[in-house]
């Protein structure tokens, strides 16, 4: 039986951020092919005009604009962004300390020119590049892809779920619902700190057979069950938590918030829902760990890193009272919300 509630002893940021910050460098080198900062430069624009102008779409713009603020070569003004000192030095052509050209050799690399289409058309590229790949959602479906996929986010898991559950006030709650629930290690780790709650995770097939099997071998299926279901075709009730964990960075407004408003419907009065994420903060300006994981998944799915302060928004849109935002590891963190 895993002890669930066991910390490691030594930190692994450094290494979550080689991982998550992976394709950042190639959203760096697809703006310089353009050469997207000489022409900030010469027009300052706002998000809604820079997509205008080049054509790119809002989600993947926004996600860049942010990776640029979080590394602090362009800020806001009325609205608008202005490239920062180092910016116009080193990042705009015509300066004598251009770097440029130290990019151009990485211009051919393939996450790179992937993003120049993601760019222009907001969809998202094949897994690691892999354009004869499915759509990641699609794949999931698949036996291989879902077996290699899940035990990636289950080892992720054991750390980020136990820091999470020692956060977590489930004093007066009963019943957890892990929505995208993936191996199940968040549930189960929730149930081995809070010996009161019974929880049941909630995915499709065949992730849910994988996770069943996991819940197992953990010894938790006395606490934690596994119901099987598309997520965005109607939520279990009987629950009055439910959890998000890495799931509603996927996608794209529109479906969190039909996510949301499932939630909505199928808690009682007074449930609680929380997110477990990566959070940009509320003027997304940072934090650098975050903005470049962004890059990755604005590439690969429907998603992005949201911020605070967009999430406070679409909770309160869905009825929602939303709480703060507390940090847990490595550049995670969680918000909770009650149904009003």
């Not at 116009?88 to 050799?105: D, I, K, N, Q, V």
């Not at 080892?155 to 993936?182: E, F, P, V």
């Not at 994981?293 to 679409?314: F, N, P, R, V």
Request: charged share 20%; proline share 4%; hydrophobic share 40%.
């Amino acid at each position: 039986m895993t002890d669930l509630s066991a910390s490691p002893a030594t930190d692994p940021l450094s290494i979550y951020r080689y991982r998550d910050g992976l394709y950042a460098v190639d959203l760096i080198t697809a703006a310089l092919s353009l050469d997207f900062f000489t022409w900030l430069a010469a027009q300052p624009s706002s998000l809604q005009e820079i997509c205008t102008y080049h054509g790119f779409k809002e989600r993947p713009a926004d996600v860049m604009m942010t990776l640029f603020a979080s590394n602090g070569w362009v800020h806001q003004e009325s609205g608008r962004f202005q490239l920062t000192p180092t910016a116009r030095e080193h990042l705009c052509a015509g300066s004598e300390w251009f770097l440029g050209p130290y990019y151009a050799s990485l211009h051919d690399r393939p996450i790179a020119r992937d993003y120049l289409e993601v760019l222009r058309s907001g969809k998202p590229a094949g897994w690691s590049g892999d354009k004869a790949a499915f759509d990641w959602h699609q794949a999931m479906e698949q036996e291989d892809f879902a077996r290699s996929f899940t035990a990636a986010m289950d080892c992720r898991g054991r750390y980020l779920a136990q820091a999470l559950a020692k956060k977590l006030d489930l004093t007066a709650r009963t019943r957890l619902l892990d929505i995208g629930a993936g191996s199940g290690i968040y549930a189960c780790s929730i149930a081995a700190q809070h010996p009161h709650l019974q929880a049941v995770v909630f995915d499709q097939v065949p992730v849910d057979r994988i996770a069943s099997k996991l819940i197992a071998e953990r010894g938790c299926a006395d606490r934690v069950t596994v119901t099987t279901g598309n997520m965005f075709d109607g939520l279990p009730t009987g629950c009055d938590v439910h959890l998000y964990s890495n799931v509603l960075h996927d996608w794209d407004v529109q479906e969190v918030r039909q996510l949301l408003a499932l939630s909505h419907t199928a808690l009682p009065p007074g449930g609680l829902l929380i997110i477990h994420d990566a959070f940009i903060n509320e003027d997304k300006t940072g934090p650098v760990h975050v903005a470049e994981y962004s890059c990755l998944l604005m590439h690969s799915t429907q998603g992005k890193c949201y911020s605070t302060g967009e999430y406070a928004a679409l909770l309160t849109e869905a009825g929602f009272v939303s709480g703060a935002y507390a940090d847990t590891v490595v550049g995670r963190g969680f918000m909770t919300a009650q149904k009003a």
